[in-house]
Each structure stands twice: as C-alpha cells, then as structure tokens.
C-alpha cells in the first residue's frame, strides 16, 4: 500500500520556525515531482512549492522567499522549513509526489493526510 505520511506540523508563534516532513513508502521505487500545498481553514488549497527529481525548487510568491523545499530520495522524503511564519501561514499542509510502483511503468499522483500548522500568539 501506497502511503504519504506528514509530520512535523504543530502551533508555533509568529516569527517561529517549523520543518515539515513528509516520508513516501517504499512501495514508489521511483519518485519525480515533490510538492507541498496548504488549505487555510475555510478555504481552497494553494500550491506552495515544488522541487524536481535533479532539484529545481520553485516557490509561490505568498512565502516570499521564507520557505525552502528540499528532498532526500534515499529515504523517499521531502521537507519544508518554514521560517519568519505569519498568522496568514495557518493552514493544513499538505505533500504530494509523482511516483511510481514497482508493479506499474507509469508515475500517478500521490498525496498525504496532510499536518496541521498554526501561527498564533
């Protein structure tokens, strides 16, 4: 079975730090695209940032350059550290990757339960 599973999320106070981690399992041998999106309570998710399998990470403009993405494939993991968070950061987080099974020659979409992230004082 194909699992996604979020950690590191929790309340921390504006300014504060916090560094995501999302571990796939070892069911995907192979794993392209990682990505992490948010959903702030009562709205729609929004893409946060991308990194690639050679490690082009691309960011929204809403993070303003506070947020790194990076990936260990060696443990089929990728992170965000979240730094200088706002109350405008709240919101579920959520990781996804393109992946590929052992028993498939295609990559399909896979995503987690997401974490919950609060900013507040």
């Known amino acids: 079975q194909v699992q996604l599973v979020e950690s590191g999320g929790g309340l921390v106070q504006p300014g504060g730090s916090l560094t995501l981690a999302c571990a796939a399992s070892?069911?995907?041998?192979?794993?392209?695209?990682m990505r992490w999106y948010r959903q702030p309570p009562a709205k729609g998710r929004d893409w946060v940032a991308t990194?690639?399998?050679?490690?082009?990470?691309n960011y929204a403009d809403s993070i303003k350059g506070r947020f790194t993405i990076s990936r260990d494939d060696a443990k089929r993991s990728v992170y965000l550290q979240m730094n200088s968070l706002e109350p405008g950061d709240t919101a579920k987080y959520f990781c996804?990757?393109?992946?590929?099974?052992?028993?498939?020659?295609?990559?399909?979409?896979?995503w987690g339960q997401g974490t919950q992230v609060t900013v507040s004082s």
């Open positions: 996804g990757v393109d992946g590929r099974t052992a028993w498939e020659n295609i990559f399909r979409p896979w």
């Open positions: 070892e069911h995907l041998v192979e794993i392209k695209n």
């Open positions: 990194i690639t399998r050679d490690g082009t990470a």
